[in-house]
């Protein structure tokens, strides 16, 4: 089989595919991640999943890359990473006592130029919390490099209420739509790696 590279320096990434025993490597894309005015957040995310994977094929064209893009969309608005600690309280603010979309885009390139790309959400809701709550979060360092400022396989998970939808597109890679994606370019899952699916 070909070489696994995971298109992202994300740790929650890495820890899933490890958890599901692939070997990969790791290579992090370097691409502009600027909102296009007026892209909705689906488009958005799916599109720079494609890039990244697309910038790290070109160095590795022998490779299966994963590359994946999560944002957490609230009242229309994008939220990525917080700029700092004072951003990531003011997110965390926000999203208390309300539901937020989350959206992963995945993208998957194969050797010969192919590539499949999906998205995938989930809608989660926060319980009702003070400041202090959401300062003494941030303090643990957790929320700075997560988008929308929480980790919820982490501390994060005790700010959620209720969450419905991809588990792991929220963690910021969709295991059951990456199995999907594998398979369309022919490559079947077997839980102790990869192999090519039976022609």
């Keep these: 089989m070909p ?12 820890q899933l595919l490890a958890m599901l025993g692939l070997t990969f490597e790791v290579i992090e894309p370097n691409i502009d991640e600027t909102w296009r005015e007026g892209e909705p957040p689906a488009l958005h995310v799916e599109r ?14 022998d ?10 969309v609230v009242d229309g608005e994008l939220l ?25 885009g995945i993208a998957i390139a194969a050797p010969g130029n192919r590539m499949e790309s999906s998205v995938e959400g989930a809608v989660v809701r926060f319980r009702h919390f003070d400041r202090v709550t959401a300062e003494e979060y ?26 419905e939808g991809d588990f792991f597109a929220v963690m910021g890679l969709p295991v059951s739509r990456m199995i999907s994606l594998l398979r369309a370019l022919g490559w079947r899952y077997n839980f102790r790696g990869l192999e090519p699916l039976e022609t």
């Design 3 to 14: 070489p696994l590279v995971l298109a992202s320096g994300s740790p929650r990434r890495a």
């Design 48 to 61: 720079l999943a494609r890039e990244k994977a697309q910038r790290v094929a070109a160095l590795r064209p």
């Design 63 to 72: 490779a299966l890359v994963i590359a994946c893009d999560t944002i957490v």
């Design 80 to 104: 990525g990473k917080p700029r700092d600690a004072a951003e990531a309280v003011e997110m965390l603010m926000r999203l208390r006592g309300r539901e937020h979309r989350v959206e992963t």
């Design 138 to 163: 941030v303090a643990t360092g957790e929320p700075l490099d997560k988008a929308g400022a929480y980790a919820i396989q982490g501390l994060g998970a005790a700010l959620v209420d209720l969450i």
